[in-house]
């Protein structure tokens, strides 16, 4: 391969081809991923594409259905048609079992989304007995109808583009496709572009599926695969690993992996990662470009689509979690140096990230609905708006608190109705050496959170949100693997100082706790209170009202917990 050879923007970082050594780890790279069943089975993918088939048959019906209902010739009736075309990790080739399927419909432009998808579509699937947990999400950025066909998750979008006849083999990417098309279709026609693009701008297709299944397995151990928590979806590891896979073009999966950390070890952030220059395209819609969009000045992890419109593909990055994700990065280069090096295994760079052990204190999210159904709506909707909670707390906090919002959700067996159970590890920023000694306050951050979950415009009796502050020796036991708490340290102690070093201020058992042992050794002292320092939430010492729907059950969990009237209550709901 000559040395000129340009993949993306610029010359690769190297053409080296891997060494025996290289090769060696390579087979017992797969070998691991083999053993990790992250590999779908030949039975579970010829179900899927039946599934796919399936589904074109239902949306070429309902296209010719509309048709004949709207009064049109029987010959536009023969001719109507519609097409589904996959992207994402299905598309790209590297799912894994259990996978779901991202779809997007491609429709005439007399079918709308509106109406005839998200009403009269939605309709037909509901009555079918293959689809289950049917969740129409018109309000989204892109908007979405996600289900189980025949158990098979598909997240559904629609593109109603400037044809009255769609042809067969459309080419989307043509420009007849984009004339006079609005700004929710070319969202939605985003994700076929960019999976085309990928596929074609990376040396070696199979090379790079392997190396994304890969860094998928890992960010997901390592808790920060999450596109709604602020964090990096399906799209953005692509685009990484494919900007990674330009850089080494000759590399193969073992080398591509350890690259991987490398690279992004020592980015420099917010610089952009893009696998091709920006295209400014003909249609008008604005792409990425920092020095005309004040908007995309403030981006803090910039990777941009392959394809027009170009844009960054994770805006939702937040400085908090940038900075999680670069600690990540720096663990996972390290781990990798040491395999290299024959120190270690490759499972050692899979392992589980400690998140209950990582933070001594953490916010609790608890989403509750009336029934299973109800839940799986509202948690829908709270869930993409936690980067905003994120945020906030960021914001409110002048940078000094950071928060790690973890992507696991879990269930309460305790509470009588439905619900689910979501964490952010808290942790103070390190400002110079040492981490400033100060209590934090976001009781006004969570009360405005609430009031814009509260305008969501189908909330219904039994919909509700709680907050809860819990310290690390105080986690349900819920979050656990074997439903016991693992024996750790009940304190993390400064470096600086060798004093317990306490990031937000304890939940009311601890401090109770700690009270009681100073009485015991007769160490009280006098300490003369900080006006600088706030409570983290409302005073304990007034009585408030029981929030509905929660129960009593164990009066000593003092857990702290925010009602969804701003009160505070038990984690059980009893008043404090």
């Not at 610029?10 to 991923?33: G, H, M, V, Y």
């Not at 179900?47 to 070429?60: A, C």
């Not at 299905?90 to 709308?112: E, F, K, Q, W």
Request: glycine content about 6%.
């Amino acid at each position: 391969m000559s040395g000129s050879l340009r993949y993306g923007i610029n010359r690769p970082i190297s053409i080296a081809w891997p060494t025996e050594a290289d090769r060696q780890r390579n087979i017992e790279l797969e070998k691991f991923l083999i053993d990790s069943s992250l590999y779908p089975s030949k039975e579970e993918d010829a179900e899927r594409e039946k599934v796919t088939e399936y589904l074109d048959l239902i949306v070429k019906a309902w296209v010719k259905q509309l048709t004949c209902l709207r009064g049109y010739t029987d010959q536009m009736v023969e001719d109507a048609n519609a097409v589904i075309l996959t992207f994402g990790s299905y598309r790209l080739g590297a799912h894994g079992p259990g996978a779901d399927i991202d779809a997007l419909c491609v429709g005439p432009s007399y079918v709308s989304r509106e109406e005839d998808f998200f009403i009269i579509l939605h309709d037909i699937l509901a009555e079918m007995e293959e689809v289950s947990e049917l969740q129409p999400i018109p309000d989204a950025h892109v908007p979405v109808m996600k289900f189980k066909f025949q158990g098979i998750s598909i997240d559904l979008l629609y593109a109603s583009i400037s044809l009255l006849v769609v042809p067969e083999d459309i080419d989307i990417s043509h420009i007849s496709v984009l004339n006079v098309i609005d700004k929710q279709t070319v969202q939605s026609l985003n994700g076929c572009w960019v999976a085309d693009q990928i596929l074609k701008h990376v040396p070696n297709v199979e090379n790079f599926r392997t190396t994304l299944r890969c860094l998928k397995f890992w960010a997901k151990r390592r808790g920060i695969y999450s596109n709604a928590n602020g964090f990096l979806g399906g799209v953005n590891w692509a685009l990484l690993v494919a900007r990674v896979c330009q850089l080494y073009p000759n590399a193969i999966p073992s080398m591509l992996v350890s690259r991987f950390f490398r690279v992004y070890t020592q980015w420099r952030w917010p610089n952009p990662v893009m696998m091709c220059p920006i295209e400014m395209g003909e249609l008008g819609f604005s792409v990425w470009d920092p020095r005309k969009n004040p908007k995309d000045r403030s981006h803090r992890m910039p990777i941009i689509t392959p394809a027009y419109h170009c844009m960054n593909s994770s805006y939702k990055v937040s400085l908090g979690t940038l900075q999680v994700m670069t600690e990540q990065f720096q663990c996972g280069n390290r781990i990798c140096e040491e395999i290299e090096l024959g120190k270690a295994e490759w499972s050692a760079l899979f392992e589980h990230y400690p998140f209950f052990e990582a933070y001594e204190n953490y916010l609790q999210v608890d989403i509750v609905a009336a029934d299973a159904d109800d839940l799986l709506t509202w948690k829908g909707w709270v869930e993409s708006r936690f980067r905003q909670l994120t945020l906030k707390i960021e914001q409110d906090t002048n940078g000094l608190l950071q928060c790690h919002p973890y992507p696991n959700k879990y269930i309460d067996p305790s509470k009588p109705c439905p619900n689910s159970a979501f964490f952010w590890g808290l942790s103070r920023k390190e400002v110079g050496t040492s981490k400033e000694c100060q209590q934090f306050d976001f009781q006004g951050t969570v009360k405005n959170f609430r009031r814009g979950i509260d305008n969501y415009r189908v909330r219904r009796e039994g919909r509700d949100i709680y907050f809860s502050y819990v310290c690390r020796r105080h986690l349900p036991s819920f979050v656990f693997p074997d439903g016991y708490k693992w024996h750790r340290p009940s304190r993390h102690f400064n470096e600086q100082s060798g004093k317990p070093c306490e990031d937000v201020k304890m939940c009311q058992s601890c401090s109770s706790e700690r009270q009681l042992k100073r009485k015991k050794e007769h160490e009280i002292k006098e300490v003369r209170p900080d006006k600088s320092v706030k409570q983290a939430f409302i005073s304990s010492e007034v009585p408030q009202p029981v929030s509905p729907g929660m129960t009593t059950e164990d009066p000593t969990n003092n857990s702290e917990v925010m009602s969804s009237g701003g009160h505070l209550v038990s984690e059980k709901g009893e008043s404090e």
